[in-house]
C-alpha cells in the first residue's frame, strides 16, 4: 500500500483505494471483466493476465480496496468468506496445532472440526478473551491462534493486541475474523494479527447481494503460498461479483457509521424493555468488555443480540412477526435482519461445546430510520 495511501481517512479509503480510472475509455468504475482468457503477443511474454481463475482486473482492484483499507500489503478474494477460511489454514500442516475461539460462526467450526481435524490438523476451542487459557492451550506444534472478535453470536471481544503479543513471543501466526467490525471499525492488523479474514458477503457488501471472501496480510512469503493457493484451489469470485462488492465498498464507512448509531439506540430500547433478560452489545456500558470495546473498536457495530425472558418461546414468537427485520440468514445489509442462531446459522455446533442458547435472538440492524426499527420491535415484543 503506498503512503498516499496511509495518510488517508477510511471514509476517503473506501470511495478510492484500488479503484483506479480505466486506460482505455477513461471509466470511472473499475469495468466488468466478464472474460475468461486474454489474448498474448507472445508465447513467451504475457500481458500480466492469463486465466480469469489466476486474475482478473476486476478482481484485482477489489483485492487492492480491501488490502488499502485494512492497511495491509496484500489482499486475496474468494468466493465466499468459507472459502477464504479454509484457503488461509492450507498454511497449517497435518499434525500441527491450532487454537480457536470457542464461540466462532457454526461454519468455521464445522470446517475444523468436521473436515480438516480429518486431515489430521489438531484443535483447540478456549475462550480468547482469557489469554491465561489461550496461552496453557499452546502446545509445541501449535501454528495458529484464530479469534473471532466479536464474536458470533455472543459478541465476545478478545484484545487483538494482548494475543497478538503473545502469539509472537511463541512464533505462533494470530488470524483476527474481523467480519462484524468491517475495517472501518476495527483493524487488526494494526494490532498485532498476521492475517485478517472477511466474509464480504456482509458489512463490505453489505446489499446482501453477493457472497464472497477475503484475506488480508502483510508477510510477502505467506502471501505468495496463499496466491499460489487461490490459483491452485480457483475458490475466486467471477469479475461480476467483484464488481458488486467494490461497489458494496464506496458507501461502506457511512453504512457502518448508521449501522451503529441505530444498533446503539436500538439495543438501549431492549434493555429498558421488561420483556428482555440480557442485550448484548459491545457498545453499551453493560458489555462485560465495554472498556476493550472503547479501546479497539471506533462504534459498537450493527450486530446485537438478545435473550427474552420467555425463552426460546418467547425468542420464536418476536422472530416470527417482526415486519421490518426479515427473517433470514446472513447479516451486514442495508436492510435488517433477524434470526435465531441456534436452529439457524449455528445450527452446525448443536450438541457441542458450542452450542447457542436456542433463546438467544440475533439481529442484523440496517440503516433505516431507527423509530421505525424500534416500532417494529415493539410490536412484536408485545405479543410475549
Known amino acids: 500500500m503506498s503512503s498516499k495511501n496511509e495518510d488517508l481517512q477510511p471514509e476517503t479509503l473506501a470511495v478510492h483505494a484500488g479503484v483506479e480510472h480505466d486506460p482505455l475509455t477513461g471509466a470511472v468504475m473499475t469495468p466488468i471483466y466478464q472474460t475468461s482468457t486474454y489474448a498474448q503477443d507472445d508465447v513467451a511474454v504475457h500481458k500480466g493476465y492469463e486465466y480469469s481463475r489466476t486474475d482478473n482486473p476486476t478482481r484485482t482492484a477489489l483485492q487492492s480496496s480491501l488490502a488499502a483499507l485494512e492497511h495491509g500489503r496484500y489482499a486475496l478474494a474468494y468466493s465466499s468468506g468459507m472459502a477464504a477460511i479454509d484457503n488461509l489454514l492450507r498454511l497449517i500442516k497435518p499434525g500441527e496445532h491450532v487454537i480457536s475461539g470457542n464461540d466462532v460462526y457454526g ?84 494490532l498485532g494479527a498476521d492475517f485478517v479474514v472477511h466474509s464480504t458477503t456482509k458489512y463490505i457488501g453489505g446489499h446482501s447481494d453477493v457472497v464472497g471472501g477475503a484475506i488480508i496480510l502483510n508477510d510477502k512469503e505467506a502471501y505468495d503460498r496463499l496466491k499460489f493457493l487461490q490459483n491452485a484451489i480457483g475458490a475466486v469470485p467471477g469479475p461480476q461479483d467483484s464488481f458488486l462488492t467494490l461497489r458494496g465498498i464506496k458507501t461502506l464507512a457511512i453504512r457502518m457509521e448508521r449501522h451503529s448509531q441505530n444498533a446503539e439506540k436500538i439495543a438501549q430500547f431492549l434493555a429498558d424493555h421488561p420483556a428482555v433478560a440480557q442485550v448484548i452489545y459491545p457498545g453499551l456500558d453493560t458489555h462485560p468488555q465495554y472498556e476493550l470495546a472503547q479501546k479497539q473498536m471506533k462504534m459498537g457495530g450493527g450486530m446485537i443480540s438478545f435473550i427474552l425472558h420467555g425463552g426460546e418461546a418467547a425468542a420464536r414468537l418476536v422472530a416470527n412477526h417482526t415486519q421490518l427485520f426479515t427473517l433470514a440468514e446472513s447479516l451486514g445489509g442495508v436492510e435488517s435482519l433477524i434470526e435465531l442462531p441456534a436452529p439457524m446459522t449455528h445450527a452446525s455446533v448443536a450438541d457441542s461445546p458450542l452450542a447457542v442458547d436456542p433463546g438467544l435472538v440475533r439481529i442484523s440492524v440496517g440503516i433505516e430510520h431507527v423509530e421505525d426499527l424500534i416500532n417494529d420491535l415493539k410490536q412484536a415484543l408485545h405479543r410475549i
Open 107 to 190: 461454519g468455521t467450526f464445522r470446517l475444523f472440526d468436521k473436515i480438516l481435524q480429518g486431515y489430521g490438523i489438531e484443535f483447540s476451542f478456549v475462550d480468547t478473551g482469557d489469554l491465561a487459557a489461550l496461552e496453557a492451550a499452546i502446545q509445541p506444534n501449535t501454528r495458529l491462534v484464530w479469534l473471532e472478535t466479536p464474536t458470533n453470536p455472543m459478541l465476545r471481544l478478545t484484545d487483538i493486541e494482548a494475543i497478538g503479543r503473545l502469539a509472537k513471543s511463541h512464533g505462533i501466526w494470530l488470524g483476527v475474523d474481523n467480519t462484524f467490525a468491517s475495517p472501518i471499525l476495527q483493524r487488526p492488523l494494526e
